[in-house]
């Protein structure tokens, strides 16, 4: 408790300090200068509870803003007594974002249980991933209710303030009316110096980064989910080159917390797609270095490929530094062009498709873009969005803009611990599917799904409470094989086993398994890593592949030079025991010999 004299002393501090500032008039919680020894605050939130008409005397100022954008709630920290106002009206003055000491409790008008948000935006009614009250989509067909990502109550402990997304895509409007984009930061890659990375025709990007961080609360078109973060857009689709799509992952990275990346391999085309050693490297100095060594945060596009593509396939989603994030549609099923795979984290909302109900987003303005102003299917009258945007593309934003609610709720977080956060927290959408079983850890998983749909409550709240994972280990080892395995042609699987000990790692993060196999067609190929705690991840089915055209061609021989698939369904089992490898040759014809196979598990 600071003494009454120091009190007084801080408080003219205090209000020499906000006249001094500026800033437009709002009002929400107020001082009234003639009773300086109090701040009523309007409404306060602490854990699951909302206080109102609090009233408190001020022990010390630790900082404001003068200007936007500001928050949209108030808090408390009881860690450190200090609360966080949005704005804080003295007069006609507003201040933003004022961290003070509570000096003393008055009173407290009321208290009730956390509510949810709601934003002004005009939009948001038909943001059904982000409220599901049953929007119809242009088909006629009502969303499920609650199908969405949870965050009305999210938005009253984080909004994302203070992170910074890149959206590495085709461009992104820096100029439109809905997106707060950090001036001069982004990059384009046509000329490749920073510079405006947008285009007519970089409608893509523009409505992921909508998707995103669209500024909420503004009366203005969209919400989005991490409304009071700021973009930078990268344009690497318009250049995509190997050392581009490095560097476009690790530009500024002092600045950047979050990378959203909605692109990757060819989708549906069932073929093998290795990631490029530079990429690779790119990756490993993001998660080494981003963040002052906490890492950047890679959300990564599961494709759009299914049913005849898996994102196994993917090199860059198997990568162990990516969270690969799939879409489900307005009804919380996966939506029918979502790739599954064992590497599949969790899961967000793309929707299916324009003509039934789809994510609605920013929109390169006016008549560029998917919604020229005259395109009959989208919105009308409101050319600066779209209500057409889907995929994976959709879905991987979103699953960025949770991550920023999370960096703000909690700034220490490693990306490993969001990776940790958003497995343990996501819902367990569309409950009867077939696919769903339980880890040796006790978590449900589904190749469809990851862990589930993505809970932006749960997982915020575990964010301001998370105890650090400890350093990571990681433990390779190669099976010790006698003589190359036969696979038997059109027959039953074979098996392999691979014992691990001493490894010390007592809770998998992700496991990757290399196959080297002279296999002729790996389109023949059924492939599963089984875990020592029996957590099968398939990570390859027979299939036929497709070529540009879609005319069905072999898949080659894709693991001549060894592959790398990646697998989150065994977190938090412990990595010692027998590993087996399961394969089955399903089609007469082509065959092979598996010369080698390893695993590395990262856990800790
Ligand atoms: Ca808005
Ligand atoms: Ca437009
Ligand atoms: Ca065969």
């Known amino acids: 408790m600071t003494r009454p004299e120091a009190r007084w002393k801080l408080r003219h501090t205090l209000i020499a300090a906000l006249l001094a500032a500026s800033g437009p008039a709002y ?31 001020v022990g010390d100022l630790h900082s404001f803003s003068a200007t936007g954008p500001q928050r949209t709630y108030d808090s408390f920290n009881p860690a450190n007594g200090q609360v966080t106002f949005a704005t804080l009206s003295i007069g006609s003055q507003t201040f933003y974002d004022v961290v003070i000491s509570i000096a003393e ?27 599901n009250t049953g ?16 965050i009305g109550k999210a938005w009253q402990l984080a909004t994302g303030m203070g992170i910074r997304i890149a959206v590495v895509d085709d461009g992104l409007d820096i100029h439109h009316e809905d997106l707060n984009v950090v001036t001069g930061k982004s990059w384009d890659y046509r000329t490749n110096m920073y ?25 203005k078109g969209v919400t989005g989910v991490a409304f009071n973060a700021r973009l930078v857009g990268y344009n690497l689709l318009e250049a995509p080159t190997d050392s581009y799509g490095a560097d476009a992952i690790t530009k500024d990275l002092a600045s950047n917390h979050i990378y959203t990346n909605s692109y990757g391999a060819a989708d549906g085309t069932g073929m093998m797609a290795p990631s490029e050693e530079v990429w690779r490297d790119a990756i490993t100095t993001g998660i080494t270095l981003g963040r002052s060594g906490k890492g950047a945060i890679y959300t990564w596009a599961a ?19 990516v969270l690969a994030i799939g879409a489900l549609n307005d009804r919380g099923q996966r939506a029918s062009y979502s790739e599954p795979g064992s590497n599949v984290l969790v899961s967000a909302f793309g929707g299916e498709f324009c003509d039934s109900q789809t994510t609605t987003t920013t929109d390169v303005s006016g008549a560029d873009g998917y919604n020229d102003g005259d395109t009959p299917a989208d919105i009308a009258g409101r050319p600066d969005y779209t209500r057409c945007m ?62 589930g749909a993505i809970d932006a ?137 598996i010369s080698a196979w390893s695993i590395k598990a990262y856990g800790h």
């Open 27 to 57: 009002s929400a919680t107020t001082w009234d200068p003639a009773r300086p020894a109090e701040v009523r605050i309007g409404s306060l939130v602490l854990d699951d509870t909302q206080y109102t008409n609090v009233v408190v005397t």
């Open 105 to 131: 409790l008055v009173s407290v008008g009321g208290a009730s249980a956390l509510s949810a948000l709601t934003p002004n935006d005009p939009l948001f009614a038909s943001q059904w991933h982000l409220r």
């Open 135 to 150: 929007q119809r989509g242009a088909d006629g067909a009502a969303a499920k209710i609650g199908e969405d990502l949870n």
């Open 195 to 219: 510079g405006d990375p947008s285009s007519s025709s970089s409608s893509h990007g523009t409505s992921c980064g909508g998707l995103a961080a669209a500024i909420g609360n503004n009366l």
């Open 303 to 321: 494709g759009n490929g299914a049913p005849n593509d898996r994102s196994d396939y993917d090199g860059q989603a198997n990568h162990h530094g």
């Open 390 to 451: 889907n995929g994976t593309s959709a879905a991987t934003p979103q699953a960025a803009g949770v991550v920023a609610l999370l960096l703000e709720a909690n700034s220490a977080l490693t990306w490993r611990d969001v990776r940790a956060i958003l497995a343990r927290t996501a819902r367990k959408t569309d409950p009867t599917h077939s696919g769903w079983s339980t880890n040796g850890a006790g978590h449900p998983i589904n190749h469809e799904f990851g862990f």
């Open 457 to 593: 409550l749960a997982a915020t709240r575990a964010a301001k409470t998370w105890a650090l994972l400890p350093a990571q280990k990681t433990v390779s080892r190669s099976a010790q094989l006698s003589r190359p395995l036969t696979i038997a042609d059109n027959a039953a699987a074979i098996t392999s086993t691979l014992a691990l000990q001493g490894s010390g790692i007592r809770q998998l993060e992700f496991v990757e398994l290399a196959i080297t196999s002279d296999h002729s067609n790996v389109g023949d190929l059924e492939i599963a890593l089984i875990s020592p705690a029996g957590t099968a991840s398939t990570l390859s089915v027979v299939r036929d592949c497709h070529d540009d055209q879609g005319s069905a061609v072999g898949c080659g021989a894709a693991l001549s030079s060894g592959f790398t698939f990646g697998t989150v369904r065994p977190m938090d089992e412990a990595a010692d025991g027998t590993w087996t490898l399961s394969v089955r040759d399903g089609k007469s014809g082509a065959t092979g010999l």
